[in-house]
């Protein structure tokens, strides 16, 4: 389980398999100011800054991986994001930077999207 501090300092893992005897580690690679939001049940989107403020210009964002919690995979890094968009139906997220447009798709909430359209048509 990964946890924010409340003082915004940083992220920690709670390792469960012991449930008597839970083990809090300090998530490394998650210790800057950042904002974090869930990707499905196994992915995260991390917006991290150099400063503080949540207002910060050009974040960078970077996806991980979180199907094993204790050891967080990242797959991509995006740096100089100038906006954000989300498409909610289809949990598409845009990412506009230095080096483009960046699309991170979720197949399976777009193919739930899409049944929800067909049946809505009657097909």
């Known amino acids: 389980m990964l946890i924010h501090y409340r003082d915004h300092s940083g992220f920690a893992v ?33 917006a991290s800054t150099t400063h503080p403020s949540p207002e910060a210009e050009d974040p960078e964002y970077e996806v991980f991986d979180m199907s094993d919690p204790s050891k967080p995979a990242s797959l991509a890094t995006f740096e100089g994001v100038k906006q954000r968009l989300e498409r909610q139906e289809t949990g598409t997220v845009f990412l506009l930077g230095n080096s483009g447009l960046t699309v991170i798709r979720r197949p399976g909430v777009e193919e739930d999207y899409a049944a929800v359209l067909n049946s809505q048509r009657g097909n």
């Open 14 to 46: 709670i390792d469960l398999k012991k449930f008597k005897r839970p083990v809090l580690t300090e998530a490394a690679q998650f210790q800057r100011p950042a904002r974090l939001e869930a990707l499905g049940n196994n992915g995260l989107l991390l």
